[in-house]
């Protein structure tokens, strides 16, 4: 019996279930239960629905627009992030750090506030054609921004390209600078050797982190609806529009269907071309050497990166900071002159519940709330995610099934998934009105991935000698897993929870399905204030994004302080 | 390294103290029974007022609100078979047909139906009680048409005059409330024959379409705090007074203004219903004349910037100065809507947008 068991043990297999057996549960249970009773109701003859009455050209147009504008916002992230990658692996400069905190707050903002950030920035009456109207004497705003498909691509661009960043940089900076060393001696020049060997190492962290980027791209929402106006819309626009205000759940329910085959095929489209090379640490693998930029060239490049992020990443989230402490308006009782001037009424206002609101939320209530939303959604996502770094360790034939279906809930739309909750999760204890744990579960849906592509690839890259070492001084597993993996993952299990914070803590879709009014997080609290008229509520808004930002911030700070050693990789 | 576990450790025990603390802070006054109700996120109400109608019933009232009317509606016929709740306020009458259609409610013939005016009560069977009722108006930034000396319009034809060529957004109906209300407006004014002919003159005379009424008003509205190029949007009626309110400093008068000529606005009801099958008839049969008693129509406006329908129900000072009710409001037959909506959508996405 005994025998048995340890002979089932051995076969990769057998041992890749047995990891996968709780990340599976959990996506079958939560993700794949409601979606597939959604659509089961929705093709019932009571809501009436005929598959051959459907229009496709509704269908196809907005698919192509969808594979377009993703394809494109891709390109473009990899176009600054790549270099961005380059510039995090390779060089120290002042204020490094803190560049490279600010760079992961885009991706945490709600769309309603990115929208207004670039409003304040480049909108009609934004400072940028303000200034230029100042300068040239100009009568009306020379730069038209919001509403066309350039702002789309720049708001896509502004999202993602920290993941570019974060990914590849982390990848980068591990390689062994000695192959370019060789590559070198041997009389290749600095373009050949990388080309030929710093990309092809690359490759698999660069295509890793694309196929997120253009996944997340592909199912964006609210930056097509609000910076590209009524003539832009992506199958997850359309999906919003049929089913919330055509009442056309059916039509919903086919488009979101396109949706995650589309998402399944382009998952396993990547694994097909990224492969299985990783690239193993080697114990004697000399790292790069992070240095100050010397030689000319270096430093121009150095301080262009600097700027261009500056100006993409930066200066939308502070333009919005700024907006939230500056009084812009006219006393409006007397007309004409506008009074500018700085103020902290928006930030003192936040803390008072003018009209007696039972809903009213103060910001620490929010805050605390945002926090332990992430804090759960972290502890499902790691402990879930490490499960599944192990499966794809085991060299199986599962794993190329149940990988993709992994990363579908990546695809899928936010309402789609809302409303399968609704209809599946309506008994106790998810019926709960006054806990909203669905919220936490929805967010480790979306987290999940980013945290298995981070994952796996550094667990892969532990080499199997280190292991055998520990095993043969006598370490019993646990132990080994305890001293040689647990503290080799580290930096990527650190990368890890800091995505799922800022996954978590900006997730706004599923949050106006599923959380509750007593639990209302930062983003929810926000659109509660933008969402209605008044000064005082579009400044309470940016206040509120403001503290949003340095809340986040906070809580990236904190982690990075835990785990002073894991600054190169992060 | 050893901070890395040293960090898991701590972020599992925080975890659990934190979900545990919350469990147990929240279960604290549990009152014997409870009521739950199901709205949109516009929802609002005076915490005096609930709760004292929590301690005079000894009831507990949980509110679940779920995105905006569209998805909270969504929300209440999904669930039909197992209802969330007992109460679902917020469908309004460009939706009140699909709520009825999907039997959703039980028939409640509430005793304070008595005060309220007939015009609103759109259920003959009383499936859906109204509620409250706001307008969709178009607002004018009134400063810019005074600088620039031109008269405010007063009717929906004169916005296709070019003296106001690019002054007006509005809303994508396909996307927003509002913006499907004033396409309605305009249905109601010209006829099914007559209002594409009308949005192509406004397309030509430099209409501007926003998706969402949050970037019309904030980004694109020359009244609000975002100071956009145009000064006419489709808001709401009350927005007015929300702009005193809500103002950074304490205003005189209200910077913007409704056009209220006739069907220049559309009237959106909102009504409230028992959801079929509660075991809690009687709450909820209490809850409802609650609603529709004055002291809660009277804490509407301030909470939510929609109108009383209980015509004993007096409107806070802010309102009477700065509102103005239309007297002929546009309105459709909800069946018409209901039959009609994705129609008229497509065809003014095709007139308009392409």
């Known amino acids: 019996m005994k025998s048995t068991l340890r002979s089932w043990l051995k076969k990769p297999t057998f041992r890749a279930l047995l990891f996968w057996l709780l990340p599976a549960a959990f996506l079958g249970y939560f993700f794949y239960q409601p979606l597939l009773a959604l659509f089961n109701l929705l093709i019932s003859p009571e809501w009436g629905f005929d598959l051959a009455q459907l229009d496709w050209e509704e269908v196809w147009d907005p698919l192509w627009f969808t594979v377009l504008q993703a394809a494109l916002s891709t390109l473009l992230t990899l176009l600054i992030g790549l270099p961005g990658a380059w510039l995090f692996s390779h060089f120290t400069f002042p204020g490094k750090k803190i560049l490279k905190l600010l760079t992961t707050l885009p991706f945490i903002l709600p769309t309603v506030v990115v929208a207004a950030g670039f409003n304040a920035l480049l909108g009609p009456r934004g400072w940028i054609n303000l200034g230029l109207m100042a300068l040239f004497n100009l009568e009306s705003p020379p730069i038209q921004f919001l509403n066309t498909f350039a702002a789309i691509l720049t708001a896509h661009v502004f999202y993602n390209t920290t993941i570019i960043i974060r990914v590849v940089s982390s990848a980068w900076s591990r390689q062994n600078i000695r192959l370019q060393h060789a590559a070198n001696v041997l009389g290749a020049s600095p373009w050949r050797t990388f080309w030929e060997v710093t990309m092809p190492l690359l490759r698999p962290a660069i295509l890793g982190a694309a196929l997120l980027v253009f996944l997340f791209n592909f199912t964006s929402f609210g930056a097509v609806l609000m910076l590209g106006g009524a003539k832009f819309a992506t199958l997850e626009v359309e999906i919003y529009i049929q089913a919330l205000h055509m009442l056309n759940l059916p039509l919903a329910g086919v488009l979101s269907l396109l949706q995650l085959i589309c998402t399944l095929v382009i998952t396993i489209g990547h694994n097909r071309i990224s492969g299985q090379s990783v690239h193993k640490i080697n114990t004697h693998s000399k790292e790069i050497t992070l240095q100050r930029p010397r030689r000319g060239w270096e430093r121009m490049a150095v301080i262009t990166l600097v700027i261009t992020l500056f100006i993409l990443l930066v200066s939308p989230l502070a333009s919005l900071a700024v907006r939230s402490f500056i009084k812009l308006e006219a006393d409006r009782g007397e007309r004409g002159e506008v009074r500018t001037g700085l103020t902290l009424q928006y930030y003192r206002e936040l803390w008072v519940n003018r009209r007696g609101s039972l809903f009213y939320v103060p910001p620490i209530t929010a805050a605390q709330n945002s926090f332990l939303f992430a804090l759960i959604t972290i502890l499902i996502t790691v402990s879930l995610g490490v499960l599944v770094a192990y499966a794809l360790r085991q060299r199986t034939p599962i794993n190329r099934i149940l990988d993709p279906l992994l990363m579908l809930p990546l695809g899928a739309s936010a309402i789609t998934l809302g409303l399968g909750f609704i209809l599946v999760f309506n008994h106790p204890p998810f019926s709960d009105v006054e806990f909203p744990i669905l919220l936490p579960i929805a967010h480790s849906l979306v987290a999940l991935p980013f945290v298995v592509r981070t994952l796996s690839p550094a667990l892969q890259s532990i080499p199997i000698s280190l292991r055998n070492a520990a095993r043969v001084l006598g370490a019993p597993p646990l132990r080994v897993w305890w001293e040689v993996d647990l503290p080799l993952l580290a930096p990527s299990v650190l990368v890890s929870i800091i995505f799922t914070l800022t996954i978590s803590l900006g997730e706004f879709g599923a949050s106006t399905f599923l959380s509750r009014p007593e639990y209302p997080t930062l983003p929810v609290a926000i659109y509660r204030y933008i969402s209605q008229p008044g000064a005082l509520n579009y400044g309470q808004a940016l206040a509120m994004s403001t503290l949003l930002m340095l809340v986040c911030a906070g809580g990236i700070l904190v982690v990075e302080r835990v785990q002073p050693q894991a600054k190169d990789f992060f | ?354």
């Open chain 2, 1 to 354: 390294m050893k901070r890395t576990r040293i960090l898991l450790v701590l972020l599992m025990l925080a975890g659990l103290v934190a979900a545990c603390s919350t469990k147990t802070s929240q279960g604290g006054t549990t009152k014997t029974r409870k009521l739950t109700v199901m709205t949109h996120d516009s929802f609002a109400i005076s915490e005096e007022l609930i709760s004292q109608f929590e301690t005079e019933n000894d009831i507990t009232i949980s509110f679940i609100r779920s995105g905006d009317t569209g998805s909270a509606l969504n929300q209440a016929v999904l669930s039909r078979d197992n209802p969330l709740a007992d109460v679902f306020y917020g469908v309004d009458n460009t939706f009140l047909t699909r709520a009825l259609e999907k039997e959703i409610f039980e028939p409640y013939n509430s005793p304070l139906l008595g005060s309220i005016p007939e015009e609103f009560k759109i259920d003959p069977d009383y499936y859906a009680l109204p509620v409250d009722y706001g307008d969709v108006c178009i607002n004018v930034d009134k400063a810019y048409f005074e600088t620039n000396d031109l008269p405010i319009p007063t009717s929906l034809e004169e916005l296709t005059q070019p003296e106001y060529a690019g002054l007006l957004v509005t809303e994508n109906p396909a996307t927003s409330s509002p913006g499907l209300a004033f396409l309605m407006a305009t249905i109601a004014h010209f006829g099914e024959d007559g209002y594409l002919v009308y949005w192509e003159d406004l397309a030509a005379n430099g209409l501007v379409v926003a998706s969402d009424w949050e970037t019309a008003y904030y980004t694109n509205f020359s009244g609000s705090s975002g100071q956009g190029p145009q000064p006419m949007v489709v808001s709401y009626g009350s927005s007015p007074a929300a702009e005193v309110i809500f103002a950074e400093t304490e205003l005189g008068e209200a910077p913007t203004s409704s056009i209220i000529g006739t069907d220049t606005c559309f009237r959106q009801i909102e009504f409230v219903g028992i959801l079929k099958g509660t075991p809690n008839r009687d709450l909820a049969e209490a809850f409802i004349d609650f609603m529709l008693s004055v002291p809660f129509q009277e804490d509407l406006p301030m909470q939510m910037f929609v109108f009383p329908v209980n015509a004993e129900a007096e409107l806070p000072a802010a309102f009477v100065e700065n509102v103005q009710i239309p007297d002929q409001p546009a309105s459709l037959a909800p069946a018409l809507i209901e039959q009609n909506r994705e129609k008229w959508i497509k065809a003014w996405t095709e007139t308009v947008l392409e």
